[in-house]
């Protein structure tokens, strides 16, 4: 008898997953780079994380690990080998790359901070589909949403909207000061505008991968 995480299990399936997670930790610190609005779960973290003095890395974990107990006990199906990996890979990355990128180069000029959403915007979208199509379980933040949308009549995007607006609003009044290099186009962007271009890598790139055919 399988566990109901492992239902959907495959070597290829786990390592599409890993990847994809891996690059969420990339994105982040591109976002972060850019300093033109990071998404709405990372302006959350980075509020907390300067709120309690520590880093992205630290906090991720932390706060991904209280929603994963929440999600554990309300709909434990949303709970896959991915939510795992996410809990341990994305936070750890981020802040490896983010270090790499600012030994690396200075964004100070306007078009470097372009290049760099663009890029985490791109890799947002490859990243995002390999994830979603491996289909190992979701990060306990996605899952919020999910069931919300589940256990109420509401859509899931405006259950999803919802936990955006949230977090950005915490991640705001924790950044008060500097919420400027957090919060902007990006935000609004990987918010409302990175659904289609999605899934045009889910159809052209992270399904043909998942059939063997890429």
């Known amino acids: 008898m399988k566990f109901w995480f492992l239902e959907k299990f ?16 990339v994105v982040v610190a591109f976002l972060r780079k850019s300093e033109l609005g990071t998404d709405p779960w990372t302006c959350f973290v980075v509020g907390l994380a300067r709120v309690f003095g520590i880093s992205y890395g630290l906090m991720y974990p932390v706060i991904i690990g209280v929603l994963l107990i929440v999600v554990f006990f309300v709909d434990r199906h949303y709970i896959g080998i991915a939510t795992v ?11 490896g790359v983010k270090v790499l990128l600012d030994s690396s180069f ?11 959403l663009l890029v985490a915007l791109v890799i947002l979208c490859i990243a995002s ?6 289909d190992l379980g979701v990060s306990s933040y996605d899952a919020i949403a999910l069931i919300m949308s589940d256990k109420f009549p509401i859509q899931f995007r405006w259950c999803r909207i919802t936990t ?8 705001f009044i924790c950044l008060r000061d500097i919420w400027q290099t957090t919060i902007g186009i990006g935000t609004i962007i990987t918010a409302f505008c990175m659904g289609p271009f999605t899934q045009f890598c889910c159809v ?10 890429a």
């Open 10 to 25: 495959s070597w290829r399936r786990l390592i599409m997953s890993f990847t994809g997670t891996a690059f969420l930790g």
């Open 129 to 134: 589909s390999l994830y979603i199509t491996a």
């Open 106 to 116: 200075s964004a100070s000029s306007l078009w470097v901070k372009i290049v760099c």
């Open 85 to 95: 990996i996410n809990l341990f890979l994305v936070g750890t990355v981020a802040d």
């Open 204 to 213: 052209h790139i992270a399904q043909p991968i998942l059939r063997g055919k």
């Open 164 to 171: 955006d607006v949230l977090c950005t609003v915490v991640g």
